[in-house]
């Protein structure tokens, strides 16, 4: 089996989210746990970080990945979805697993699949379980990759969970209200075992305090006990002031989204957890791994600059809270003029977005190379409706050539509202 045909086997045999949307998603936890068990139980040979969340996840997870390789631990990361190549999903010491390893897993256990008829994603998780296990990493940061509750990654036993912010996010999934949606992110925390809420949203504070009072887990809500002040950023870093109790310090970032901000109470308050579990993780290693994220761990298509004149930022962020930060921190580069790309999935509440953006931009709308993608008529549809103006393209190379083409060197152009768009930029 060569490496095109085992991908071709895990899109077309399995169902998968990243192409299909809803109808791929399994609400059970039965398939991953009869596929690891089968395995060997691989998730129990190594420690591990939870992550979920609405907004941050991602980011948070390659942060506590950079600083823990920094501080000398084999560090794994599991992430979803990727953006240019399957094999970002699972990557040791920022090194992405070999195409080899991914061929082998797939011909060796071809039957049990299947038997069991995992989906592509229960797939995945067991591929990075296996793998992190077969490597003997020392620890591994396992991003979920839907809710949290029924998420396959959720046969873990942590040291820690981390929840990011909660905002709206595939509603059909996971409930209405964010109550609903703290709830399945909640399913995360776990008997006895620290958790870590990146953010105090009063209107669902009590979802995680129920959680954590029923399985007598210890609660933090970061930003009770870290401040973090926004202090100068240019195109390649940020810096913060952070305060806790009365010791405060700088720490500087490398990735250079606005909502960073939001991410780094619960990032080093999960930091602080594993230093009292015993972690050898040093204050050094803490300010050298955060500057350092994109290159130690390969992280791509967080608020990313991929040229300069005219200034052309890619970011990932596709849901309500995303866009609101993507839209301030455009703001905040005070452009003459910001030529938006951009194209979404179909199972997202895309008029809500829409009337988010500024009637100002000159808009490229497109639709990327995935099933689960909109219909770029109907995007332009609802865009009229709202009173967008821009033009239709045929692919997102098309839109990104158009605008390039019309930008002037002073102006800005965005590419997004969708990971599946960001993924087609040829720069990354």
């Given at each position: 089996m060569t490496y095109e045909e085992c991908l071709t086997y895990l899109y077309q045999q399995l169902p998968m989210f990243q192409r299909i949307g809803n109808a791929a998603f399994k609400k059970s936890l039965d398939n991953i746990i009869v596929l690891c068990t089968a395995l060997g139980e691989p998730q129990h040979q190594f420690k591990t970080i939870h992550v979920a969340g609405t907004n941050g996840k991602g980011s948070s997870s390659h942060m506590l990945a950079a600083v823990l390789q920094q501080s000398g631990y084999k560090t794994g990361l599991y992430t979803s979805p990727h953006l240019k190549s399957?094999?970002?999903?699972?990557?040791?010491?920022?090194q992405e697993i070999s195409e080899q390893y991914v061929i082998q897993f797939v011909a060796q256990h071809k039957t049990l699949f299947e038997r069991i008829q995992p989906s592509f994603f229960e797939m995945t998780v067991a591929l990075?379980?296996?793998?992190?296990?077969?490597?003997?990493?020392?620890?591994?940061?396992?991003?979920?990759?839907?809710?949290?509750?029924?998420?396959?990654?959720?046969?873990?036993?942590?040291?820690?969970?981390?929840?990011?912010?909660?905002?709206?996010?595939?509603?059909t999934l996971l409930g209405d209200t964010l109550p609903e949606i703290a709830g399945e992110k909640a399913g995360i925390i776990k008997q006895n075992i620290p958790a870590v809420v990146s953010k105090k949203q009063i209107e669902i504070a009590h979802v995680f305090e129920e959680k954590a009072d029923l399985v007598k887990a210890p609660l933090y809500f970061a930003t009770d006990s870290f401040e973090v002040n926004y202090i100068a950023s240019d195109l390649q870093q940020q810096t913060f002031e952070v305060h806790k109790g009365s010791e405060s310090y700088l720490l500087q970032l490398d990735l250079t989204g606005a909502y960073?901000?939001?991410?780094?109470?619960?990032?080093?308050?999960?930091?602080?957890?594993?230093?009292?579990?015993?972690?050898?993780?040093?204050?050094?290693?803490?300010?050298?791994?955060?500057?350092?994220?994109?290159?130690?761990?390969?992280?791509?298509?967080?608020?990313?600059?991929?040229?300069?004149?005219?200034?052309?930022?890619?970011?990932?962020?596709?849901?309500?809270?995303?866009?609101?930060q993507i839209l301030a921190q455009l703001q905040g580069l005070k452009p003459k003029q910001v030529h938006m790309v951009f194209g979404a999935v179909n199972?997202?509440?895309?008029?809500?977005?829409?009337?988010?953006?500024?009637?100002?931009?000159?808009?490229?709308?497109?639709?990327?190379?995935?099933?689960?993608?909109?219909?770029?008529?109907?995007?332009?549809?609802?865009?009229?409706q709202i009173g967008l103006s821009g033009e239709i393209y045929t692919s997102v190379a098309e839109a990104i050539k158009a605008a390039k083409a019309n930008a002037l060197p002073d102006e800005v152009i965005f590419i997004g509202g969708s990971t599946f768009v960001v993924a087609e930029v040829e720069e990354l």
């Open positions: 399957f094999t970002e999903r699972v990557r040791i010491d920022g990075a379980f296996k793998y992190f296990a077969d490597e003997q990493v020392d620890v591994a940061v396992i991003e979920v990759g839907l809710g949290g509750r029924l998420d396959s990654t959720n046969i873990i036993t942590p040291e820690v969970a981390l929840i990011t912010n909660i905002g709206y996010d595939h509603q960073q901000k939001y991410n780094l109470p619960g990032v080093l308050q999960t930091l602080a957890i594993l230093q009292e579990k015993g972690f050898a993780i040093t204050p050094q290693s803490i300010t050298t791994g955060l500057a350092n994220v994109k290159a130690l761990t390969g992280l791509k298509g967080r608020w990313q600059i991929l040229s300069q004149s005219p200034l052309t930022i890619c970011d990932t962020g596709h849901n309500e809270d995303g866009i609101k199972d997202k509440d895309i008029t809500t977005i829409l009337t988010l953006l500024p009637k100002s931009y000159r808009y490229y709308f497109c639709q990327a190379v995935i099933p689960r993608a909109l219909d770029v008529q109907e995007l332009k549809q609802k865009a009229d």
